[in-house]
């Protein structure tokens, strides 16, 4: 499976992004995950093909993931984005099993399929 994202860029504190994911397969799980300098890279949402959702709790309330089926296409709406939001965000595809397993950590069943990855820099 490969991944493209797209829509990264940047903006004021309190401003908005949306970020699309592009598949070229199938799978049960996509998220988002993004690493900032300096840091491990973390889960910050993700969803299921039958809607479940997870969500990394500093992003909770600001941040909304959506999958289109039809097209593969994986969403990441952020709102009242704020500085520490500032990484590169890739998108991630697996099962659920894999991804859910260690969330919002990357563990040993770590998601085998990702996208390159998109800037998000946020200024205060």
């Known amino acids: 499976v490969q991944l493209v994202e797209s829509g990264g860029g940047s903006v004021q504190a309190g401003g908005s992004l949306r970020l699309s994911c592009v598949a070229s397969g199938y799978t049960s799980c996509m998220g988002w995950f993004r690493q900032a300098p300096g840091k491990e890279r973390e889960g910050v949402a993700n969803?299921?093909?039958?809607?479940?959702?997870y969500y990394t709790d500093p992003v909770k309330g600001r941040f909304t993931i959506s999958r289109d089926g039809a097209k593969n296409t994986l969403y990441l709406e952020m709102n009242s984005l704020k500085p520490e939001d500032t990484a590169m965000y890739y998108c991630?595809?697996?099962?659920?099993?894999?991804?859910?397993?260690?969330?919002?950590?990357?563990?040993?069943?770590?998601?085998?399929?990702w996208g390159q990855g998109t800037q998000v820099t946020v200024s205060s």
């Open positions: 969803i299921g093909s039958d809607g479940s959702t």
């Open positions: 991630a595809a697996d099962s659920c099993f894999r991804m859910r397993a260690s969330f919002p950590r990357i563990g040993t069943m770590a998601s085998r399929y």
